[in-house]
């Protein structure tokens, strides 16, 4: 079946540690996306790709970085800059880079939980 | 500035009542507005959306009704069922070149049986 696949689902990390949360969808779509949640708040946009080699800043991409070598993998790295990288965090995809209205909306893989010891 | 705002954060419903979750925006840039739902542990899923030309989407259960006037949208579940408890995420997106959803920050559904 077509979907995304994020791994590991729990990760735990000492501080100073960078860890790297994987990625991959086989739906073909273009755009990718890496959100984080918190309990109480909403998701919060990391970083985004629209297509591959390129990569935009979202609204809290301090202390994270990402790279999109291929179309099917957006991995995204929590640096050891990150001050409070415990949270559960999800990865994002869509079909035609997002910007029809419609049907095309995101799709979601089922989430990694990163815990800082 | 939260642009998507869920002032309620839980609600709790009797199974076969009417759920209706409300979600304002401050935006008026957004054309776009979508309901997601998420289990525990869980990835979102897309429930239902509507276009700002709109005032009006149902599919089965569930109904979206968007006054733009008010700058508010809600989202009707009738009948509730307790499958339906979860946390439901309301969200919005710019047109055009945006591609970014901004979400709010949930509000946990409790159907009881």
């Known amino acids: 079946d077509g979907g995304i696949t994020q791994s590991p689902k729990y990760l735990f990390r000492k501080e100073g540690q960078n860890v790297t949360l994987s990625c991959e969808q086989n739906?073909?779509?273009?755009?990718m996306y890496w959100y984080r949640q918190d309990p109480g708040q909403g998701l919060r946009l990391i970083y985004y790709?629209?297509?591959?080699?390129?990569?935009q800043k979202g609204d809290i991409a301090e202390g994270y970085s990402v790279s999109r070598e291929k179309k099917e993998s957006f991995p995204l790295t929590v640096t050891s800059a990150q001050k409070n990288p415990t949270a559960f965090y999800l990865c994002?995809?869509?079909?035609?880079?997002?910007?029809?209205?419609?049907?095309?909306?995101?799709?979601f893989g089922a989430g990694s939980r990163l815990t800082v010891l | 500035d939260q642009q998507v705002k869920q002032n309620s954060p839980s609600l709790s419903v009797q199974e076969g009542r009417i759920s209706i979750l409300n979600c304002d925006y401050t935006?008026?840039?957004?054309?776009?507005f979508l309901w997601y739902k998420k289990y525990p542990a869980e990835g979102p899923t897309f429930l239902i959306s509507?276009?700002?030309?709109?005032d009006k989407n149902e599919d089965g259960r569930f109904t979206v009704f968007l006054n733009k006037s008010a700058k508010h949208l809600s989202l009707h579940i009738v009948p509730s069922q307790p499958g339906d408890s979860a946390v439901y995420f309301c969200?919005?997106?710019?047109?055009?070149?945006?591609?970014?959803?901004?979400f709010g920050k949930g509000t946990l559904l409790t159907v009881n049986p």
């Open positions: 790709s629209q297509i591959v080699n390129d990569f």
């Open positions: 969200a919005a997106r710019i047109g055009g070149s945006n591609y970014k959803l901004t």
């Open positions: 509507i276009s700002s030309i709109k």
């Open positions: 994002a995809s869509s079909g035609d880079r997002g910007r029809t209205s419609g049907a095309n909306v995101l799709t």
């Open positions: 739906l073909n779509h273009d755009a």
């Open positions: 935006n008026s840039m957004f054309d776009y």
